[in-house]
């Protein structure tokens, strides 16, 4: 199969999703590339606005080639923004075609904005479409509050509804953002890719000497629940002193987050990281001894999976899917509970585990050639269908 893949965005702020599963598509044989146009803003890194290539271009990112570009978003002009976005993902579909030909099929990750600029593609040219919904309930909550008038939902319900499947990283999101979207199109679950060999298993050092050590590499947004985390932590230090706490993502390095710690949590055992790329964060797991995430929602939550798979154990909270979750090596509490997050910080330091059991039972649900199997079903499944 010829596939495109069109990402609702991608590097620098993230999207490594699609990346995976575009290798994983190309290891089974297919014919894959990324068509990605990115709206950068400028209060979220003005660095990036300014410096990163004004004009589309081709590059590789593990061996897919990416047609690239890079659009100034303005600020607080949504509307707009989302017309020009578009607009310009159609343009670069024309350029690609006159290029590569016609795709067998478009793969769009996220309706918001991709799987509705796949719909448009999808009737211009007579080209079926799916789309691989990663984007949990809060997101759309910070965007649309309890309304269903916004402008957006109808766009957003039409394209769900025209693909010829929609992939949920888990079963528990369709009733999640079923509130938004309803449910009048056809879906199947498809987790999300481990690059299990990259997040291959390590044996950890002797606990001889030294601290337990925690890790949470997250963004520093309220749904991640660092307020709980922090104070969690700093509750098991008082019974407990020889831990430590390391931290990484967009804005842990901030100075409201500073502020927040300064609150919440020793100072001295905790250090922020900031943005880490994928071998910083491979790296930070590898001087880990249990991941840490007390997130309020998540779609599916693959730091989770990354960590287990080099070989150490979790806790999260009950806003992991159940559909995803780790019997072993991981534990998971109520959202928003301190007394219960820190006392499953301290179980969880004498835990009992295998840690190459632990990676292995990852490999068997989301390695890349787990999943790409399965997307490779979903997309023979959905040719000839227009």
């Known amino acids: 199969m010829h596939i495109l893949e069109i990402p609702s965005f991608f590097h620098p702020y993230g999207g490594m999703f699609c990346l995976e599963q575009s290798k994983a598509l190309a290891a089974l044989g297919h014919e894959v590339r990324i068509l990605s146009n990115v709206q950068l803003g400028i209060t979220i890194g003005w660095k990036d606005y300014l410096t990163l290539p004004w004009r589309r271009y081709e590059h590789e990112m593990g061996g897919v080639t990416v047609y690239q570009s890079y659009q ?43 799987g509705y600029a796949a719909m448009r593609l999808g009737e211009e040219y007579k080209i079926p479409y799916v789309v691989t919904e990663h984007l949990p309930k809060e997101i759309f909550h910070e965007e649309f509050g309890d309304s269903t008038d916004h402008w ?24 999640d953002i079923a509130c938004y979207f309803g449910k009048d199109y056809q879906y199947v679950t498809v987790s999300n890719i481990i690059d299990v060999d990259f997040y291959g298993y390590r044996p950890r050092p002797s606990m001889d000497n030294r601290p337990f050590r925690f890790c949470c590499p997250a963004l520093f947004v309220e749904r991640k629940g660092y307020d709980v985390l922090l104070e969690a932590f700093n509750l098991l230090y008082q019974q407990n002193p020889n831990i430590e706490l390391v931290l990484a993502g967009q804005g842990t390095d901030s100075e409201p987050f500073r502020n927040l710690y300064a609150q919440k949590a020793c100072r001295q055992q905790v250090r922020c990281m900031g943005i880490l790329d994928k071998e910083g964060i491979r790296d930070m797991y590898y001087h880990s001894d249990a991941l840490v995430l007390a997130t309020r929602g998540e779609s599916q939550g693959l730091v989770l999976l990354e960590a287990l798979s080099t070989g150490i154990p979790v806790v999260s909270t009950e806003a992991i899917p159940p559909s995803v979750r780790m019997r072993d090596g991981a534990v998971y509490v109520p959202v928003d509970d301190v007394e219960a997050f820190m006392k499953a910080m301290a179980r969880v330091m004498d835990y009992q585990y295998d840690g190459q059991t632990l990676s292995k039972q990852v490999a068997t649900i989301a390695s890349p050639m787990a999943i790409g199997k399965k997307i490779e079903a979903v997309l023979r499944t959905s040719l000839h269908t227009v």
């Open 72 to 114: 100034r978003g303005i600020p607080k002009v949504i509307r707009p923004n989302v017309d020009r976005w578009v607009s310009v993902v159609r343009s670069m579909f024309a350029e690609y075609i006159e290029k590569y030909g016609r795709p067998d099929i478009l793969h769009a990750h996220c309706a918001k904005w991709a």
């Open 152 to 175: 957006q939902i109808p766009l957003l319900k039409e394209s769900y509804r025209r693909a010829t499947r929609v992939m949920m990283v888990s079963e528990e999101l369709v009733d």
